[in-house]
C-alpha cells in the first residue's frame, strides 16, 4: 500500500562495500516488483524487476531477492559508488498496470 | 527517444491561481500517470489513463485538481485554485501494457505562496 514518510530512512555505506536496501510490500497479491533510483532533481528511473514467480534476480551490480511468505524485497547493491547515492523506491503492482510505491531508503556513499 | 517531457520544470505561482502541468508521454505508450510526491507523503497515484481514456481517479485529493488527455502525445494536470499545501514534484510517467515499468518524467516542482 501506499507510504507516508516522514524520514527517510538512511542508509551509509562505505565506498566498495555492497548495501541491501530493504523493503516491505502489503499486497499479497502483487505479481510483479520493481526497484526504482532517484537522484535529486531528477525522476525515478528503473533499476530492476523481478515477477513473483521468482525469488531471486540479478542485473549488473545489482541483485534482487523477493520472500513472499513475509512480502519482503530486498536489493543489493554490489561494491557501492559515489554514484549509487540517491533515494531507492520499492514498487509493487497488482492487478491492472498501477504501481505503488513504498516511502523509500536514502543511500548515502562515503568516500 | 526523448523519453517523457514535462514542462514547467519549475513553477512559483500565487494562491488562487490557476496552474497547468503538461507531459508528453513516450510515443506508442499506451498508458500516461500523474504522480505527487512531497516529503510528507512520498510517491502518490494521482490519476492514470489508458488509451487517452481515465482509468482511475481515485488519487485526484480535491474537485481543484483535473486531468485531460486529449491525445495520445498530450497531457495536462490543472490545479484551479491552486493553494500553498499543493506544492510539491509532479511527475508523469508512461508505459505499455504489459510491460510493468514505467518511464518518469524530470518532474515539474510547483510552489505555491
Known amino acids: 500500500g501506499e507510504s507516508v514518510g516522514l524520514h527517510l530512512p538512511t542508509l551509509s555505506v562505505q565506498e566498495g562495500d555492497n548495501s541491501i536496501i530493504n523493503c516491505a510490500y502489503s499486497?499479497?497479491?502483487?505479481?510483479?516488483f520493481i526497484w526504482y533510483k532517484q537522484e535529486s532533481g531528477k525522476g525515478p528511473q528503473f533499476i530492476i524487476d523481478?515477477?513473483?514467480?521468482?525469488d531471486k534476480r540479478q542485473g549488473q551490480r545489482v541483485t534482487v531477492l523477493l520472500n513472499k511468505t513475509v512480502k519482503h524485497l530486498s536489493l543489493q547493491i554490489a561494491a557501492t559508488q559515489p554514484g549509487d547515492s540517491a533515494v531507492y523506491f520499492c514498487a509493487e503492482k497488482a492487478a491492472g498496470n498501477k504501481l505503488t510505491f513504498g516511502g523509500g531508503t536514502r543511500v548515502l556513499v562515503k568516500p | 527517444d526523448a523519453g517523457v517531457i514535462q514542462s514547467p520544470r519549475h513553477e512559483v505561482t500565487e494562491m488562487g491561481q490557476e496552474v497547468t502541468l503538461r507531459c508528453k508521454p513516450i510515443?506508442?505508450?499506451?498508458?500516461l500517470f500523474w504522480y505527487r510526491q512531497t516529503m510528507m507523503r512520498g510517491l502518490e497515484l494521482l490519476i492514470y489513463?489508458?488509451?487517452?481514456?481515465?482509468?482511475?481517479d481515485s488519487g485526484m485529493p480535491e474537485d481543484r485538481f483535473s486531468a485531460k488527455m486529449p491525445n495520445a502525445s498530450f497531457s495536462t494536470l490543472k490545479i484551479q485554485p491552486s493553494e500553498p499545501r499543493d506544492s510539491a514534484v509532479y511527475f508523469c510517467?508512461?508505459?505499455?501494457?504489459?510491460?510493468?515499468?514505467?518511464?518518469f518524467g524530470s518532474g515539474t516542482r510547483l510552489t505555491v505562496v
Open positions: 510515443s506508442g505508450h499506451d498508458y
Open positions: 489513463f489508458n488509451n487517452n481514456v481515465p482509468i482511475d
Open positions: 510517467a508512461s508505459s505499455l501494457v504489459g510491460v510493468g515499468t514505467y518511464t
Open positions: 499486497n499479497s497479491a502483487s505479481d510483479y
Open positions: 523481478i515477477r513473483s514467480n521468482m
